[in-house]
Nanobody, 124 residues
Framework: QVQLVESGGGLAQPGGSLTLSCVVHGKISRIDEVRWYRQAPGKERELVASSTLAGRPNYADSVKGRFTISRDDPKNTVYLRKNSLEPEDTAVYYC??????????????????WGQGTQVTVSS
């Protein structure tokens, strides 16, 4: 089966940096698309960044120029590097992924699997 696990959250100061990791566990053949979301208290979930195999990364306007999504495909890991953090970046961050995995001798799709989330708090 496929399981996503985020890590790297914590407390950071305004202007500081954090890097979140999302490891896609399982017999993964390929990760086609990864997205990072966040949800702040009392707010709707927001798509922060996305990355596909073929295309350029996309970012929400609120994080453009500050956040960078990257992937290490041999490690089935996706990162979200966050610079110039602001208090408004405080949220639970989630990764979601779609791709292919091995099940026995077959290759199957996994679509929109989510991790459990990691808390990021930006405060002085």
């Amino acid at each position: 089966q496929v399981q996503l696990v985020e890590s790297g959250g914590g407390l950071a100061q305004p202007g500081g940096s954090l890097t979140l990791s999302c490891v896609v566990h399982g017999k993964i053949s390929r990760i086609d698309e990864v997205r990072w979301y966040r949800q702040a208290p009392g707010k709707e979930r927001e798509l922060v960044a996305s990355s596909t195999l073929a295309g350029r990364p996309n970012y929400a306007d609120s994080v453009k120029g500050r956040f960078t999504i990257s992937r290490d495909d041999p490690k089935n890991t996706v990162y979200l590097r966050k610079n110039s953090l602001e208090p408004e970046d405080t949220a639970v961050y989630y990764c979601a992924a779609s791709g292919l995995y091995f099940e026995g001798s077959s290759v199957r799709k996994f679509v929109d699997f989510w991790g459990q989330g990691t808390q990021v708090t930006v405060s002085s």
